[in-house]
């Protein structure tokens, strides 16, 4: 099992999760269509000429996903009950067809959980990173976490 527990989980731990992964354009066309998300900023390159970035950008959902996927064999994979939420989330430049991203995920905060003892509590801060250094997305995740078996 990749995840870490939640006593092996400390403020200040920085991943650099590997690999990294290209982003494709059946990437976005399939994650657009099946959030039913008809954006032609997505979806239709002549309409995205026209635009600020004067092609077509990745859904900015599928983003986030991508970078926290990427995120999980290191930090979460099977030791996590359950996301509580994300907070903080921001997208300071766009992702394109073709673009690699890379993700790190630091600690920010670990706590005791007050409703359910047997767990704990871990406040991620995810960034995904593309291929010439720019941040494309961060994003702060709690997540609800095992405890070591005793």
Not at 73 to 88: A, H, K, P, S
Request: glycine letters at 10%; zero cysteines; a neutral charge.
């Amino acid at each position: 099992m990749g995840g870490k527990y939640f006593e092996e989980l400390h403020v200040g731990d920085v991943f650099h999760h590997q690999p990294g992964r290209t982003v494709t354009e059946t990437d976005n066309l399939l994650f657009s269509a099946l959030t039913l998300n008809p954006q032609p900023l997505h979806l239709d390159a002549e309409f995205s000429k026209n635009t600020e970035f004067g092609q077509r950008l990745v859904n900015s959902i599928f983003t986030l996903g991508l970078v926290v996927g990427l995120s999980v064999g290191d930090t979460t994979l099977g030791t996590t009950v359950g996301n509580l939420g994300f907070d903080r989330t921001e997208f300071p430049k766009p992702v394109f067809i073709g673009d690699t991203i890379t993700a790190q995920t630091e600690v920010i905060e670990v706590r005791e959980s007050k409703s359910r003892p047997q767990w704990g509590i871990v406040i991620f801060e995810h960034r995904g990173v593309n291929q010439r250094g720019e941040i494309v997305v961060k994003a702060r995740r709690s997540a609800m976490m095992r405890r070591k078996p005793a």
